[in-house]
């Protein structure tokens, strides 16, 4: 089946440093690739998505680039806030339509 | 566009009790609705997926009985927790995903969760 593989968290910055979160994926055929990120006490929100290789999603100055050649799909966000404290979700959706998530990664940034 | 509501948002019970937790996509039909349990500080567990009149595909592990799921219209489905007992707490996530020409068919929209504390 398809797997997800996020770095582990926590992830702590202080404000205005550049993020990274490494994704990695497995699956078959040509998946959608995803990143959700889920605020204390919420439900998930669809941040970006990319559907072919080397399409770019972006969304609140947060990218990621779809890799097929390295299986990756790593969110990037040149100027953080105290306010995209939150844990990150990347999922891949195959030819089932049913998501792969990864564990989460939590990101925490200081002012 | 491509909200999804859930319904309680919390909800306290006693144990022995059923708690009925509903989901609606607003402003979209969805032909397929997820249903998720996520403990603290860890990802969500699929636990079971349903169609629109049919009847929903549970996760091995998941206990049908226990989590009846009911997906009556293409923008209503709802999770009944019977005999909930206080190991059933946890946070429930609803998604839904949409029929073609609708949000697309590949992305889910998350509904904000329901807290389900069992005492």
């Known amino acids: 089946g398809d797997s997800v593989t996020q770095m582990e968290g926590p992830v702590t910055l202080s404000e205005e440093a550049f993020l990274t979160i490494n994704c990695t994926y497995t699956?078959?055929?040509?998946?959608?690739l995803f990143w959700y990120v889920q605020y204390p006490g919420e439900g998930l929100q669809l941040l970006l998505k990319?559907?072919?290789?080397?399409d770019k999603g972006s969304n609140k100055g947060f990218e990621a680039t779809y890799r097929k050649e390295t299986t990756s799909f790593h969110l990037e966000k040149g100027s953080v806030q105290v306010s995209d404290s939150a844990v990150y979700f990347c999922?891949?959706?195959?030819?089932?339509?049913?998501?792969?998530f990864g564990r989460g990664t939590s990101l925490i940034v200081h002012p | 566009g491509a909200v999804v509501s859930q319904h309680p948002s919390w909800v306290i019970c006693k144990s022995g009790t059923s708690v009925k937790i509903e989901c609606r996509s607003l402003?979209?039909?969805?032909?397929?609705m997820f249903w998720y349990r996520q403990f603290p500080k860890q990802s969500l567990m699929l636990m079971a997926t349903?169609?629109?009149?049919?009847?929903?595909?549970?996760e091995q592990g998941v206990e049908k009985d226990k989590f009846l799921i009911n997906h009556a219209s293409l923008t209503l489905s709802t999770l009944t927790v019977t005999s909930a007992h206080p190991e059933d707490s946890s946070f429930y996530i609803c998604?839904?995903?949409?029929?073609?020409?609708?949000?697309?068919?590949?992305?889910?929209?998350f509904g904000p969760g329901t807290r389900l504390t069992v005492l």
């Open positions: 990319a559907t072919k290789a080397d």
């Open positions: 699956a078959t055929g040509y998946p959608s």
């Open positions: 999922a891949v959706v195959g030819g089932s339509y049913i998501p792969t």
């Open positions: 402003d979209f039909q969805a032909t397929t």
């Open positions: 998604s839904a995903r949409g029929v073609a020409g609708a949000p697309s068919t590949d992305t889910q929209y």
């Open positions: 349903s169609n629109e009149g049919s009847k929903a595909t549970y």
